[in-house]
Each structure stands twice: as structure tokens, then as C-alpha cells.
């Protein structure tokens, strides 16, 4: 039956682009419940928000928009909150040197950055931005009050402008990708191009350690145009960041709101059902 509507969804979503679903693997069933539940009330929202665009961002939903990067930095305990704060680190920069990787291409897709553990989605469309590439930077960033059991979110962001390229992972942490070879993150590359644009220098951000991407468990990545939609949690100490780089801001571009149909896809394929990450210890 799952199989089947899974099926039908997959067809449904080719009519507004490519998209990609992972490969997912059960999890605990309470923080599953309370992730899908989570997702399925916010979904009605998402498609109702208005446009307020500053900074390339147009809307924000389920997150807190910042004009520019929050003092003193993103370490953990530095900019605590309730719910994940999003800010431009660069507008109408320049790709330095020969390029930048990045975790995934910007492509529409549906997927988990991980599957059994350490092992990247091949989802994931890892790629270089070339030199002298324009580019607008943001960071997505949730460290949870406190250092709760389990804190969700579910944070929609919307952009004036395509999304080129995604950072997930810290290098601090050790992935694969296909199992067996290595795969290095790309966060910490990103810090530097940020820094050499103009931006906040490299010691404003938690580089090189093993708890800054999202390769941790109950996590969901989707983009559809020039959205980007995260689900999932994070539980102690845990913080999790992502950089999302759009194509420079143009006076008078028209957002690209994400289809209903992905968000119907998105309901269907993670309802009861998110990656597993590494187990972590409170």
C-alpha cells in the first residue's frame, strides 16, 4: 500500500520538475511521530505566506530572519533560540580562486544527507561553483535553548533568486560517498569564501567539528525552484547549520513559489519515515 502511494506521488511530482526521493530507513517511533506531525501542520501554511523581500530572501517561514549576521558569532550557545535563525553572510559576491564545492548542486530533490550513518545520499548532487561566479550567502543556523532532549523545526525559505548550491556537511565529520570512499564537507569551504567576500572571518563559525552539519538522525532536505524546505532535530549540545547559495540578487525578480505538489510528495514520503543518523548521548 506504501509502495503504491509513494508510486502515485512520484508521478504526480513529475509534472512540476525532477525530483529525487531517497532511500530512508526507519526510526524511534516518537521523535518519527512528532517530526510528521510537525511537517503535516505546517504544510497548509507554507503555500499562504506572503511576500517580503529583503536581501534576497522573500519569506520565512518557521524560522527567525536576521538583516545580517547575529553577534558575537555561531558557536554553540552563542545565538541560542526557540527556533533556527537565517541571515545573508554575502550579497552580490564573487566566487573566488578556481571555485567552491558545495554538498548538493541546487537541483529540486527530496532526500536525507545521509543514509545508514555516515554514508552520503547519492541524492545529493555534490559539485564546484566556478570562479568568478556571483552569489548571494546564507546560513541557516538552530542551536536549541538550553540542551533540550530533542528540539524540532521545520523552516521554509524562500529566495528571489535560483539556489545554486547547498553546504551540509562540516569536514569535521567522517562521511562516505559511495560507502567506502571518502567525502569530505563542504561548510568549512564555505567559511572561507564568505570570509574573502567580505563576510564574517572564518573564527565566526564552529569549523572542523563533528556536530555542525546535519549528518545527525530525523533530517529532510527538500528544494522545489527557489525554495528550500528543512525538517528534523536536534538533541543536547547539537547544533545544525546549512549555507544556501542563491544566484546574486537582480532589482525585480519575480519569486518561484515551491509547487503544492512537493509538499503533498513530502507528506507522503517522510510520513513515519526519516534517515537515520549517528547516535549521539545526551
Not at 214 to 227: K, M, P, R, S, Y
Given at each position: 500500500m506504501r509502495k503504491a502511494?509513494?508510486?502515485?506521488?512520484?508521478?504526480?511530482?513529475?509534472?512540476v520538475g525532477h525530483i529525487v526521493v531517497m532511500e530512508i530507513r526507519s526510526m524511534l517511533p516518537v521523535r518519527n511521530i512528532a517530526l510528521t506531525a510537525l511537517?503535516?501542520?505546517?504544510?497548509?501554511?507554507?503555500?499562504?505566506q506572503h511576500v517580503d523581500a529583503a536581501f534576497g530572501i522573500t519569506s520565512v517561514v518557521g524560522g527567525i530572519e536576521l538583516a545580517g549576521p547575529p553577534a558575537p558569532n555561531v558557536l554553540p550557545t552563542s545565538n541560542e533560540n526557540a527556533l533556527p535563525i537565517v541571515f545573508p553572510e554575502v550579497i552580490n559576491g564573487v566566487v573566488r580562486g578556481l571555485g567552491v564545492p558545495v554538498d548538493h548542486d541546487g537541483s529540486n530533490v527530496v532526500a536525507a544527507p545521509t543514509i545508514s550513518g555516515n554514508v552520503v545520499n547519492p541524492a545529493l548532487v555534490d559539485t564546484v561553483i566556478p570562479g568568478g561566479t556571483g552569489f548571494n550567502s546564507y546560513l541557516f543556523h538552530f542551536d536549541p535553548i538550553a540542551s533540550p532532549f530533542f528540539a524540532f523545526y521545520v523552516t521554509t525559505i524562500n529566495f528571489d533568486n535560483p539556489i545554486i548550491g547547498v553546504q551540509l556537511f562540516s569536514d569535521g565529520f567522517l562521511l562516505n560517498k559511495p560507502s567506502g570512499t571518502g567525502y569530505v564537507g563542504t561548510?568549512?569551504?564555505?567559511?572561507?569564501?564568505?570570509?574573502?567576500?567580505g563576510g564574517p572571518p572564518v573564527v565566526y563559525y564552529p569549523g572542523g567539528v563533528d556536530y555542525r552539519g546535519?549528518?545527525?538522525?530525523?533530517?529532510?532536505?527538500?528544494?522545489?525552484?527557489?525554495?528550500?524546505m528543512v525538517a528534523g532535530s536536534t538533541s543536547g549540545s547539537e547544533i545544525d547549520q546549512i549555507r544556501i547559495l542563491t544566484a546574486p540578487t537582480i532589482t525585480g525578480n519575480v519569486p518561484e513559489p515551491a509547487a503544492a505538489t512537493c509538499w503533498i510528495l513530502i507528506a507522503l514520503t517522510c510520513g513515519g519515515a526519516f534517515a537515520r543518523r549517528r547516535d549521539r548521548v545526551c
Open positions: 502511494i509513494i508510486h502515485s506521488a512520484l508521478r504526480a511530482a513529475a509534472l511537517l503535516t501542520g505546517t504544510l497548509a501554511v507554507l503555500q499562504a561548510l568549512e569551504s564555505g567559511d572561507l569564501q564568505v570570509a574573502a567576500n546535519v549528518e545527525e538522525d530525523a533530517f529532510v532536505l527538500t528544494i522545489a525552484g527557489n525554495t528550500i
